[in-house]
């Protein structure tokens, strides 16, 4: 099990900025990838940007170049920098942490696990 807590939340002018943490406690050991997504009031919650085992990163298009996300390991914790922030970012962020679990030779099992989510609201 791994548990996520978020927090950076808040209320911010548009152009402002806010940086998001995600800390992760439990089995750490078995957490591959990590990521944001975010979810808009009625709708599903989608991409923001993923950070692979290997270091690889991929942002959705909308905030390419203006969000930058890390993995600090050794504190266990993913950021989400957010700069340049629009009204259309406003949303409720959730972090993610997929999971594998090794069942037997060549078979694994992937779970997700996300946080509680944390509200980020940018007024005009």
């Known amino acids: 099990q791994v548990q996520l807590v978020e927090s950076g939340g808040g209320l911010v002018q548009a152009g402002g900025s806010l940086r998001l943490s995600c800390t992760a406690s439990?089995?750490?050991?078995?957490?591959?990838?990590m990521g944001w997504y975010r979810q808009f009031p009625g709708e599903q919650r989608d991409m923001v940007a993923l950070i692979a085992t290997d270091g690889n990163i991929n942002y959705a298009g909308s905030v390419k170049g203006r969000f930058t996300i890390s993995r600090d390991n050794a504190k266990n914790t993913l950021y989400l920098q957010m700069n340049s922030l629009k009204p259309e970012d406003t949303a409720v962020y959730y972090c993610?942490?997929?999971?594998?679990?090794?069942?037997?030779?060549?078979?694994?099992?992937?779970?997700?696990?996300w946080g509680q989510g944390t509200q980020v609201t940018v007024s005009s």
């Open positions: 439990g089995n750490i050991p078995s957490i591959q990838d």
């Open positions: 993610l942490a997929g999971t594998l679990k090794v069942l037997a030779p060549d078979i694994t099992e992937r779970k997700d696990y």
